[in-house]
């Protein structure tokens, strides 16, 4: 039965936050294949905190079948999968990223492509995939700050001893982010939506700090000299309509110093002895 003029708790987009939702329409779609059945109900839902709409559907399982919830330890059915259009954001791409743009550097538009599929990953919850991509950023970044080509250990420690983005108080954090990586990658291992949420701290703060403000500063410099240059050329512009005062027409002859002092002849400055012209 349609639920249409009912409220239910969504997560809206624009809030970023679970809010009561009017649902303003709503259609069912019956579907299935040769061991299961399912109903997907595709709504368009309102937030009653922001007056936003936004697109929701509800996948639910019609097949009695139960699965072992191992943490509840019972069989229970399987819960209802929900998605929203536009999707839940997991992990905001923090606005500072593009600034790796901002240079032509073949690495640093590495580190944002990377990166960008990263934050992809986390928005889908393919949190294993994301773990790998957490890794594989980090190896970029070690590139980026002049780490030479040696296994992922001994690049950590370079980067310490060099005194080259890493402080020691870190070192063993990215020791687990880059375990975290090779679990993901080559041991099936899915870490916790709070682990990625961590390992993402971590890397962010890297980038942030080594990279990103440095490019700022760069492109601040830059723009700074820009800005002073054009100042100064505006003037030199007006230069010529600007009258000028004509100082030597002023110049009145001085006395000669009466005794030049020892050590030879001072030659007389010109400015002041100069004939006077006009
Ligand atoms: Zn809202």
Redesign the pocket.
Known sequence: MSQEGQTVRAH?P??DGE?NCLIRAEATNEEGNDIFEWTVKARIVS?A????SFCMSVSDERTNYEYLDKEAGEYRNHPPDVAFLPPTIWRKTPVWLSVLTYTSEDKNLHLFGIMTEVYEALNARLDTLAAIGIRTSFEVVAEILGAPDINFQKKIRWLVDNKAGLLTSEEEAFRTLVEAGNAAAHRGWRPKPEVIDALMDLLEGLVRRDIVDDIIRVVEDAQNEHEASSRADRVVQHSPSIPRRVFRSNIVRLPLKADPPAGGDTPPDPDITGSPEG
């Open positions: 809206c624009r809030c809010r937030c905190g922001c007056d936003y």
